[in-house]
């Protein structure tokens, strides 16, 4: 083309043409290089990025499953969920709008007869910076701003919904008691879920919705997760205010299951009130702190009835304790109610022991035929070790000895097995026969009950001895050398000197006189009102020590299925039926004619038959505490009872009594104590014997109760 | 204007495209240039159609309200932008001082109680429903009274002196000023570098030009010294360094528009179809971030092709500049040239995460009324000089 001269004077020529080529090269490669990283996001990232943009416009809502029930044997629920009326509020509608909500909250504060400050703090998110009141919840799931509201007033709030925008009014699931304050320790509660407990349990971690629950203790911890069911997720699409658009998907919850238990809320009521009862009698004269008392079924270890003392009103979990509340139960003024004390407590079991010391005994060689001295006291190894009350009975059957508890007959038990094992320095491998009948019994371990933070008591022999003292020797060698200077009393002080000095340097050395001692049931053994209860039962059922177990199905909450929990045998007694028939019928004579008649004077024994044994326990710096163990009907057992009361006096006078109220409970006789919750004479039981059949849930899930 | 009156003698070819001058401009415009525009002016409507659909993705027929305001817009613009075409520029240049001044009234106007505060920033002012943003329309003064400036040594001078330097500076300098109080870094840099740009190629002393260079590293180096940028400046410029670092806050904007363009993959998922633009995860994504609606709806082919359509734009209004004998339109054509580059190149350059976060739109293609008037006036200069440009008229 033509161009028009240029006049070489001018700028543009000269210095234009070349610096425009530049521009358009910088240009050129200034839009490429955006080309370039357009072309790295969009193809070799797209993946990357669209898995991005994917948890940008999706949002999972966790939608929480309604949790299993807690039913007795009968199908009557002990816990279930009541629906409440909750006034929640959409986080993200009320944030959206102008004021951030503030004239709804105002209005509602009306409404609901509240500050509206009150609501405003509720409305926050939790966080570091923000402190209850606060929504610890995903802002996604509703807020709740109050909760247990009447009837008329969510009424209101849901008529007049164009006033209350982003406010709902709608029914909430709780747990309840319907029966209140009974069995307060096995069933357990429900608490947030803590950051521990999140990392621990995948389960919890993926479907968590902010506000989960988990059990912490009794039943709802142990089967928290049959429990629980399965949460559904909610998949929305959200837009950028956190609006809901669609939903992507729903995945329907599962509901948990329900525990279909072994308990039968009578007896557990006839227990508890017979426990409370006894402990009230035993005062003043007994401290009677404790008690615990235990109702089992022989012939598969099923906990029918299981009563603790101190107890507590569990309606305190519903809809949340406050911290006020939970200090208090638990502090030691309150006598520590959510300890389990047949489970959790442990005693030195005095005289109940006596069946594993008589099995002992007759596996150490002792003759069920032969007659064995009762004096008033012994004189072992250099000590004098004295009958109860220093009582003379002469020449005894076995058999005798465990129906007048004759200590001084066990004694001599103790005391040769412990010189047959080599005494202080045992040659080779000792028996300790004594211990090991002990632990065929079930004691020294936990039994393997289906309830949390069970403990094992203790069987002390020669191996615990020397564990023991190697645990302390260095407190002890300590002491020994440096005394006790924080002592006042200088001769106490000089004494607790010498006996750490023996401590320190002969220790490990398991002794007569705690061998002996151990053959009453005292010293260094402690056992749990639980593992007495399976012992006595498997000596009534034949020899079979069952694992104990309070639930016994689990079913799903529309009854499609249940799950039978067979029973579990921990152990069978290596003990031959003539043995174990002579101890029946000895344990038969106890509440006849032996320490248990008193208590069971009223009782119609030609009908139903109690097989027992007593137990008085001494421990250092405490007042004896009252045992009884039994079982029933003799001829042809079906329940085990145990019982303690922690310094409650001597078994036959406390604890038997209890037993025996229990027992006349289970088979409707007539009671000597007024009674409001069971009729009188009703049996609580037909025929004195637990359902065969289980409760049926229908498939609308509804319960059908099994008649008594 | 001692070149334009006089100058070499008139040849043949001059003659008869005077004789024709009637049916011969717009054979003389340059078609591909307004080919490229009207390509990034359908691509800008369709896209601020998209990026205004409800969010539940209902019938796009139904909701033409932003659209059909765009499409109002770009009528205006283009008459307005076609007029200014056709008249001689040494017509519309005679004007350049007014549109200078009545611009930089309506800066110091937006800054009174007159102003509108849209997203921060005090840029617009109100009248009778309309929004109107004074400094959109002082980029094309700028350019005009720079170039003026820049374009007319004096007798016997052949370049800008010193002088005349000083005055362009001062020129530039309120404007600058009046829009960083806004505050609108965004303009403020694009008007410094269209400064830059006509100093630069202007033929001006190396000393000025190397001195302008050096105040501008000078003027970063104190904002970062002295810490003149607000927190939320400061944050932008960190976010670029490292996105992720706040992704819910400072980072939100560009991580957003990361995820937007990056998940529309090559293909991208069609128009219409984009869930992040339905979900209204990047702010502002029918103005300045437009191109993110490009990135996810019409994947790399499209948003490829916008970046495409401004580099030949860009390099047709620079091949205009080359054709230019005589220094005042082709210092227009630089001007203009430098005002869309490096807007494009900030504006992309934001929604792929290589710039820093500012508010100013993408030529033709972003919505906003005063925008798309000031691009149509500044192709009308470029295509008003191809077509008259020979200095005889």
């Not at chain 1, 210095?15 to 790295?40: E, M």
């Not at chain 1, 023991?468 to 060698?477: D, H, S, V």
């Not at chain 2, 909701?63 to 009528?75: C, D, F, K, P």
């Not at chain 2, 500049?321 to 203009?336: E, Q, S």
């Amino acid at each position: 083309m033509h161009r028009p001269p240029v006049d070489p004077t001018l700028p543009g020529p000269r210095l234009g043409r070349l610096g425009l080529i530049l521009v358009q090269v910088v240009v050129i490669s200034l839009f490429a290089a955006l080309g370039a990283r357009l072309w790295y996001l969009q193809v070799p990232m797209a993946d990357y990025y669209r898995e991005l943009a994917e948890a940008n416009h999706q949002q999972e809502l966790v939608v929480p499953a309604t949790r299993g029930q807690i039913l007795d044997s009968s199908g009557r629920a002990m816990v279930n969920n009541r629906t409440e009326l909750v006034v929640s509020a959409d986080y993200h509608e009320l944030q959206g709008m102008d004021d951030g909500g503030e004239a709804v909250l105002t209005e509602l504060s009306e409404v609901l007869d509240e500050p509206v400050e009150e609501l405003q703090q509720r409305m926050r998110l939790c966080g570091p910076e923000v402190e209850r009141p606060c929504w610890p919840g995903s802002p996604y799931q509703p807020v709740t701003l109050a909760e247990d509201v009447e009837g008329p007033v969510a009424l209101q709030i849901m008529e007049r919904s164009d006033d209350f925008p982003g406010i709902t009014a709608q029914a909430q699931a709780l747990r309840e008691y319907p029966y209140e304050d009974h069995a307060g320790q096995i069933l357990g509660y429900i608490q947030p879920v803590t950051e521990e407990e999140l990392e621990e349990r995948d389960e919890l971690r993926s479907r968590f919705t902010g506000i989960d629950q988990v059990g912490r203790d009794g039943l709802e911890a142990t089967y928290d997760n049959e429990l629980r069911g399965t949460s559904g997720l909610r998949t929305l699409g959200v837009n950028n205010h956190g609006e809901v658009m669609d939903v992507i998907s729903d995945e329907e919850p599962v509901a948990g299951r329900h525990l279909i238990t072994h308990l039968d809320m009578n007896i557990q009521k006839v227990a508890e009130r017979a426990l409370e009862q006894g402990m009230e009698q035993a005062r003043p004269e007994n401290i009677a702190d404790s008690g615990a008392a235990v109702v089992m079924d022989v012939k598969n270890g099923g906990i029918v009835g299981m009563a603790s003392l101190p107890t507590y009103d569990p309606t305190i979990w519903e809809g949340g304790v406050d911290q006020e509340t939970f200090d208090e139960i638990l502090s030691e003024e309150a006598g520590e109610p959510l300890l389990s004390r047949a489970v959790q407590g442990t005693y030195p079991p005095g005289s109940t022991f006596k069946i594993a010391s008589m099995l002992a005994a007759v596996e150490d060689g002792a003759s069920l035929r032969s007659t064995y001295a009762c004096p008033g006291s012994v004189s072992l190894a250099g000590q004098s070790y004295e009958n109860f009350e220093g009582s003379a009975q002469g020449s005894v059957s076995l058999r005798q000895a465990i129906i007048d508890s004759c200590n001084t007959v066990f004694y001599n038990f103790g005391y040769q097995m412990w010189q047959k094992d080599g005494g202080l320095h045992p040659d080779g491998e000792p028996d300790e026969t004594m211990a090991e009948t002990a632990r065929d019994l079930g004691f020294g371990s936990p039994t393997g009950i289906d309830l949390p933070y069970e403990t094992g008591g203790r069987i002390p022999d020669r191996d615990w001895k020397r564990t023991f003292w190697e645990e302390t020797r260095e407190e002890n060698c300590e002491r020994a050398e440096k005394g006790y200077p924080d002592v006042d009393d200088p001769s106490a002080a000089a004494y607790m000197k010498q006996l750490a000095h023996e401590h320190c340097v002969e220790g490990f050395e398991w002794r007569a006189n705690e061998a002996i001692n151990f053959a009453i049931g005292q010293g260094d053994v402690l056992v749990s009102p639980l593992q007495l209860a399976t012992a006595y039962a498997a000596v009534a059922n034949g020899g079979t020590v069952y694992e104990p177990r309070v639930v016994r199905a689990l079913a799903e909450a529309d009854g499609s299925e249940v799950e039978e929990i067979e029973p579990t045998v921990k152990n069978e007694l290596p003990t031959d039926d003539e043995t174990l028939n002579y101890l029946q019928d000895a344990l038969t004579e106890v509440t006849k004619s032996g320490t248990g008649q008193g208590a069971f004077d009223d009782f119609p024994q030609d009908e139903i038959s109690v097989a027992g044994k007593t137990g008085s326990a001494d421990a250092e710096g405490r007042d004896v505490s009252s045992w009884f163990a039994s079982y029933a009907p003799a001829d042809d057992p079906q329940y085990a009872v145990a019982v303690l009361v922690s310094q409650g006096g001597t078994g036959g006078e406390t604890a038997a009594p209890i037993a025996a109220e229990i027992y006349k409970g289970i088979y409707g006789f007539e009671s000597s104590e007024d009674s409001e919750d069971v009729e009188q004479g009703d049996p609580v039981l037909p025929g004195g014997t637990p359902h065969e059949d289980l409760p049926t849930i229908r498939e609308d899930g509804s319960i059908e109760t099994l008649e008594p | 204007m001692l070149n334009e009156m006089g100058g070499p003698p008139r040849r043949p070819l001059e003659l008869r495209r005077t004789v024709n001058s009637a049916a011969g401009g717009a054979r003389r415009l340059d078609w591909i240039l307004i080919c490229a525009v009207m390509g990034l002016c359908v691509l800008g409507a369709l896209l601020v159609w998209a990026a205004t659909l409800p969010g539940d993705g209902g019938d796009p027929m139904e909701s033409t309200e932003h659209l059909t305001r765009h499409l109002a817009h770009m009528g205006v613009a283009l008459v307005v932008g076609l007029a200014v075409a056709s008249i001689d520029y040494r017509t519309v240049r005679a004007y350049a001082p007014l549109v200078y001044l009545f611009t930089l009234v309506g800066l110091v106007l937006v800054l009174t109680p007159l102003g509108a505060v849209i997203n921060g920033s005090r840029g617009w002012i109100v009248v009778a429903g309309f929004q109107y943003q004074p400094s959109e329309l002082m980029k094309v003064g700028l350019i005009m009274v720079l170039a003026t400036l820049l374009a007319e040594p004096r007798d016997g001078e052949t370049r800008p002196m010193s002088r005349d330097v000083l005055f362009c500076l001062l020129v530039v300098v309120a404007p600058l000023a009046l829009v960083a109080l806004q505050p609108d870094l965004g303009t403020a840099l694009v008007l410094g570098a269209i400064f830059l740009g006509m100093l630069v190629l202007s033929g001006a002393s190396v000393f000025w030009v190397a001195g302008m260079l050096a105040c501008g590293a000078l003027a970063v180096a104190a904002v970062w010294v002295f810490d003149l940028l607000e927190p939320y400046q400061m944050q932008r410029l960190a976010t670029l360094m490292d996105p992720a670092a706040d992704p819910q806050g400072a980072g939100y904007n560009s991580a957003q528009a990361l995820i937007a363009v990056g998940s529309g993959g090559f293909e991208g998922t069609g128009l219409f179809q984009g869930e992040q633009t339905h979900g209204r995860f990047v702010p502002e994504q029918h103005t300045d971030f437009v191109f993110t609606v490009a990135g996810e709806e019409l994947g790399f082919l499209g948003a490829f092709a916008i970046i495409a359509l401004i580099a030949i734009v860009l390099w047709r209004v620079l091949r205009i500049a080359r054709a230019c004998d005589l220094p005042y339109p082709r210092m227009v054509c630089i001007g203009v040239a430098t005002w869309f580059g490096s807007q494009s190149f900030v504006n992309i350059g934001m929604c792929l995460g290589v710039m820093p976060v500012t508010g100013i739109p993408l030529p033709f293609v972003s919505y906003g009324g005063t925008a798309i008037l000031a691009n149509m006036l500044a192709l009308g200069l470029v295509l008003g000089v191809n077509s008259r440009d020979r200095g005889f008229e």
